[in-house]
């Protein structure tokens, strides 16, 4: 595909791939206010989410990864970087990770979003046979700042019927991404409001 880097494919469609499949994590519920220093943004993690065991969350990377270059038959070098991941039951989550991106390096950073959201919507359907799937391309306004905003709804064979929205910026020569993942509409919206109210300072 014209312009297309594997190496920018976003971590959160590995975590889609899988989420039938997701590995248990033992932790306590929690209610945090994270300060992420290197964006001057601060967040509060919804009540009753549990942070995710950074171990289990790498093996679902991997697995992501290989079955996308199997796909593609193309490498994909991974190099993002997680700030955080929680979750309340198996398919509510809260994730946040960024990744290196420099325009002089990388090409133009509008080109490549729209080219990454393409391929996590084709590799979708070529994985998931007999799922419906929509999505949506928007943007998003968060404490003053604009945000790149892509929707993606899967309606799965048995019933399940699942909700994603990954929100991306590109700050100087990193690209945050802020992924939420949710089977209940309840939750889903309250992540949503823990994103939509959080704090980027200048």
């Known amino acids: 595909m014209k312009n ?22 033992q932790s306590q519920s929690t209610t945090d206010t994270l300060t992420i220093a290197e964006f001057n943004w601060t967040v509060v993690v919804p009540e009753d989410f549990e942070p995710v065991n950074q171990q ?5 990377l991997q697995k992501g990864m290989d079955l996308l270059e199997d796909t593609y038959d193309e490498e994909i070098e991974n190099q993002s970087v997680t700030l955080f991941i929680f979750k309340k039951g198996k398919f509510n989550t809260f994730e946040a990770n960024w990744q290196p991106y420099d325009v002089e390096v990388d090409g133009d950073y509008m080109q490549t979003y729209a080219d990454v959201n393409r391929v996590v919507y084709q590799a979708f359907e070529d994985q998931l046979k ?11 306004n968060v404490s003053g700042l604009q945000f790149n905003r892509f929707d993606v709804s899967l309606d799965f064979p048995n019933g399940i019927k699942l909700r ?18 949710y089977i209940d509409e309840k939750i889903g919206q309250t992540i949503l409001n823990a994103f939509l109210n959080s704090k980027f300072e200048e």
């Open 4 to 25: 297309f880097r594997p190496k920018h494919f976003i971590p959160f469609c590995f975590y889609l791939l899988f989420a039938v499949q997701q590995a248990k994590c």
């Open 56 to 60: 289990d969350w790498n093996k679902v």
């Open 130 to 140: 007999g799922t419906m799937l929509d999505s949506l391309t928007t943007t998003q």
């Open 164 to 181: 994603t929205s990954s929100f991306s910026r590109l700050f100087d020569k990193k690209e945050l991404t802020l992924n939420i993942t």
